[in-house]
């Protein structure tokens, strides 16, 4: 079993619609929770960053962590073609970071 | 104030050759970790440095792969006689580490990566 489980898509949505992206993880020991995004031939940039259980919300991202089901969410509201990209989840393990495999989504004007 | 800067941003070498990938941390960071994406996949970590010691390498290829920072200079990830299998992405992250309760983390930042293409 993978550490990290991602979707990897592809998602086409059109302008406007609210995105849901999602992981599952395995180890409970993680404890911290990212999402990162990818523009296409770039590296990845911090989106979001949780620790607990619960929301976090920065402007049109929300990031929904659910310990008790080692599940992760991403929403994106009013989503924008800029939205366009890979976006990966990310979990704080003993030293490093483990990224699931990257949804790929697309955006449509 | 630079980011992480990695080069070359492209190379191309042909099988059996030596690859050479560097890296420099952003200013103030003194933890590097080199990453490896395939096309349509993940990012699948390779190996965590700091300076002058390798702290995990749990990720490494156990043959031809190396990976050094030392005390001056660039982080260096060298592939001994390349194969095809070789060919991805392969990007370098760096950290400012902050221990927060019993987990030491901090939010890496990455550089464009470096293409390898094996011919």
């Known amino acids: 079993q993978k550490e990290v489980e991602q979707d990897p898509g592809p998602l086409s949505v059109p302008e406007g619609a609210i995105v849901s992206l999602n992981c599952t993880y395995s180890?409970?020991?993680?404890?911290?929770f990212m999402w990162y995004r990818q523009y296409s031939r770039k590296g990845p940039e911090l989106l979001m960053y949780?620790?607990?259980?619960g929301n976090k919300e920065d402007g049109r991202f929300t990031a929904q962590v659910d310990k008790s089901s080692k599940y992760i969410s991403l929403f994106i509201r009013d989503s924008q073609p800029s939205d366009s990209a890979t976006y990966l989840c990310?979990?704080?393990?003993?030293?490093?970071?483990?990224f699931g495999q990257g949804t790929r989504l697309t955006i449509n004007p | 104030n630079a980011g992480v800067m990695q080069n070359p941003r492209h190379l191309v070498r042909r099988r059996g050759q030596e690859a050479r990938l560097r890296c420099s941390p952003m200013?103030?960071?003194?933890?590097v970790y080199w990453y490896r994406q395939l096309p349509e996949e993940g990012l699948k970590f390779m190996v965590y440095?700091?300076?002058?010691?390798?702290?995990?390498e749990s990720g490494m290829p156990k043959e031809r792969f190396s990976a050094e920072f030392p005390k001056e200079g660039p982080s260096i990830l060298r592939i001994q006689q390349v194969v095809r299998g070789d060919s991805a992405a392969y990007f370098c992250?760096?950290?400012?580490?902050?221990?927060?309760?019993?987990?030491?983390?901090?939010?890496?930042?990455f550089g464009e990566g470096s293409r390898l293409t094996v011919l």
């Open positions: 992250a760096s950290s400012l580490l902050i221990q927060k309760r019993e987990v030491s983390t901090g939010e890496l930042f």
């Open positions: 180890n409970s020991a993680f404890q911290y």
């Open positions: 949780t620790y607990s259980s």
């Open positions: 990310a979990i704080q393990g003993a030293q490093k970071l483990v």
């Open positions: 200013k103030g960071h003194s933890h």
């Open positions: 440095l700091q300076k002058e010691n390798i702290i995990d």
